[in-house]
């Protein structure tokens, strides 16, 4: 998250009629910190929300899926933002030091977006074509339909929950190659890519603004399929996922309050209006 998005939630902060010493005094904001791929929607929801509710103090923050899971383990948050879903291990860790089960919320869909820069040729890739080009196997962009050139890998920090999704479901839990060159938030992949006519990286849809994205197929006999709202709400984008809240057991009080207005039609549009996709309606 850049200087200027933490100075405009302070200022949010400040103009919720929340600077006074009695509005502070009414008890310890409601902490929500996590995923990078998340933090604009979590930033967004707080914004909203805080000008319809004078009285709520929200701080958000990014760091990565697993800075958010370890911060509800050690007790500095009481939302955490995960781009995936908690392991096993990390859900008894919250259990045996916090005494209660780690509560998972769905709060989005999205559709992890391959990257590549506007230039480039190529317009679909299979997943075995990107297991082979972050793995090095596939190394020049000719090997995949594109020009002549080698390939330059951007990715996430192994402390992101993106990493881990694309390394479970696209490497098949395979090694990324040391090339990669490894970023701290999910802008910054896209960034470098925007800058880099050669450049590959992924991330949330959310995020693929001045670049574009390669179509996916599951497979060489697969349609290739676009990462849009339709395709992604009914899994056919075969790299879909949901993104997820976490609390220390069943929300209450105003934290309830809070899940409750994000998972409501008028949280869900929110979703919507920042880049990700709302929850399924249930039938």
Known sequence: MNRRRLL???SVLLLSGLGS???WAQ???ITIKGSDTMVLLGQRWAEVYM???PSARIQVTGGGSGT????LINGSTDICEASRPMKDKEKEEVKTKRGAEAKEIPVAVDGLAIYLNTSNPV???TLEQLKDIYTA?????KEVGGKDAKIILYGRENNSGTYAYFKEHVLANGDFHPTTQTLSGTAAVVNSVSKDPNGIGYGGIAYAKGIKHALVKKDANSPAIEPNMENVLSATYPISRFLYWYTLGEPTGEIKKLVDWALSPEGQAIVKEVGYYP???KS
């Open 123 to 125: 317009k679909e890739l």
């Open 137 to 141: 196997k596939v190394t020049n962009w």
């Open 279 to 281: 929850l399924p309606k």
């Open 27 to 29: 008890g310890n904001p």
């Open 68 to 71: 958010g899971i370890a911060a």
């Open 8 to 10: 405009t939630l302070g």
């Open 21 to 23: 010493a009695q509005a």
């Open 51 to 53: 000008k319809k509710n």
